[in-house]
Nanobody, 122 residues
Framework: QVQLVVSGGGSVQAGGSLRLSCAAS????????IGWFRQPPGKEREVVAV???????DYADSLQGRFTLSADNAKKMVFLQMNSLKSEDAGTYSC????????????????WGQGTQVTVSS
């Protein structure tokens, strides 16, 4: 059974950085896209960034180039490097996978990792 395991959340001061990891374990699942999502306190889940199987990446406009996706395909891991963190970046971050093309809508993803908390203090 394939699972996604998220790690790397924590508390950081505004302007700091965090690196989140999403690791796929198990066999028998081939994802076409990995997405990162976040849910700020009291708000709906929103897309942060997506990575297509061929390495193409796309980011939410609001991030203004502060976040970067990378992957270690041999380890089946996708990383979200978050720099210049702001208070509005706080929330629960999750990664998710879907078999086909990347989409922005969270409900298009069928396989989810557990959330990790990101707290940004000013």
């Amino acid at each position: 059974q394939v699972q996604l395991v998220v790690s790397g959340g924590g508390s950081v001061q505004a302007g700091g950085s965090l690196r989140l990891s999403c690791a796929a374990s198990g066999a028998g699942y081939s994802s076409g896209c990995i997405g990162w999502f976040r849910q700020p306190p009291g708000k709906e889940r929103e897309v942060v960034a997506v990575m297509r199987k061929d390495g193409f990446t796309d980011y939410a406009d609001s991030l203004q180039g502060r976040f970067t996706l990378s992957a270690d395909n041999a380890k089946k891991m996708v990383f979200l490097q978050m720099n210049s963190l702001k208070s509005e970046d706080a929330g629960t971050y999750s990664c998710a996978a879907r078999r086909y093309a990347c989409m922005w809508q969270p409900n298009a993803y069928g396989l989810w990792g557990q959330g990790t908390q990101v707290t940004v203090s000013s």
